[in-house]
């Protein structure tokens, strides 16, 4: 029993006391605070964007009409265009070339107002079939006289210009040329074909003959034709005015209508 109560006494001395333990609760040390991250001051910082302001409620945004003082109503601005600059000429005048019988004695007779180019030529050619023979050859004789005159007056022009001068005649002759070659290729199929002459007419009937094929060399085709053509001449010079008259009449009649025709398509080209 004795043992027992001194066990106890000893458990209970080994033990701290109420007030020693309070003592030990009290007195803990305090928590420091956490350690701040060290930030390398190389490194700039982001700066923060500035907040947007609110629009303002009174503001429009419909813009205001733009003054129209100093402008005319409908008055609407044009850009002045660049003239190109003409090229200072190097050569004198040219010669004019003279018109030929037909359309010089056309050019006179202009009396058919309100009728196109085209209209015109043709009563032109009308009146001109018309025309006395010796009238006609009147006119082509003063044509022939005026254009032997105008070559005359061009080789004296241009002798009278400088290389230079000549050089940029030919230049701009050949620059009007290329403009208008188009309109020349566009017209080209109406060009009236030019008839044959008396000569080439017996020729075509001297082949035809059968007779006038005897000793002709045993050739190709080519040569036969330079050996018909040959012989037809030989018998053509031997042949006089009245022998001629089958294949010389009906030549110029063709003939005339031909140059009437092709009067009146040159005219067609300046319209």
Do not use: C, H
């Not at 010089?104 to 018309?130: C, F, K, Y």
């Not at 188009?182 to 009236?192: H, I, L, N, S």
């Amino acid at each position: 029993m004795l043992s027992l109560i001194a066990s106890r006494r000893a458990l209970a001395a080994s033990r701290p006391s109420v007030i020693l333990r309070r003592t030990i609760f009290a007195n803990q040390p305090a928590q420091l605070p956490a350690r701040a991250k060290v930030v390398d001051d190389a490194v700039p910082k982001p700066k923060a964007k500035p907040a947007k302001k609110a629009p303002s409620p009174t503001k429009s945004k419909t813009p205001a009409p733009k003054s129209s003082k100093g402008k005319k109503e409908g008055q609407v601005k044009v850009k002045k265009e660049s003239k190109k600059k003409e090229p200072v000429l190097l050569f004198t005048p040219l010669p004019k070339r003279p018109a030929g019988a037909f359309v010089a004695w056309a050019a006179q007779r202009e009396d058919t107002p309100g009728t196109s180019p085209t209209e015109r030529g043709q009563i032109a050619s009308l009146r001109w079939q018309d025309l006395p023979p010796f009238e006609k050859q009147a006119l082509e004789e003063k044509f022939a006289r005026e254009y032997a005159e105008y070559k005359e007056r061009l080789a004296e022009w241009e002798a009278q210009q400088t290389p230079e001068g000549l050089k940029q005649f030919r230049s701009m002759k050949r620059k009007v040329y290329q403009k208008g070659k188009a309109k020349r290729e566009a017209v080209a199929g109406q060009r009236p074909k030019q008839p044959q002459t008396p000569f080439f007419r017996f020729l075509s009937d001297y082949r035809k003959d059968p007779k006038n094929l005897e000793g002709a060399p045993d050739a190709n085709g080519k040569e036969v034709s330079v050996w018909i053509a040959a012989k037809a001449g030989a018998e053509w010079k031997t042949m006089d005015e009245s022998a001629r008259a089958p294949w010389a009449t009906p030549a110029k009649k063709e003939r005339e209508a031909w140059r009437e025709a092709i009067a009146q398509w040159r005219l067609s080209l300046k319209a």
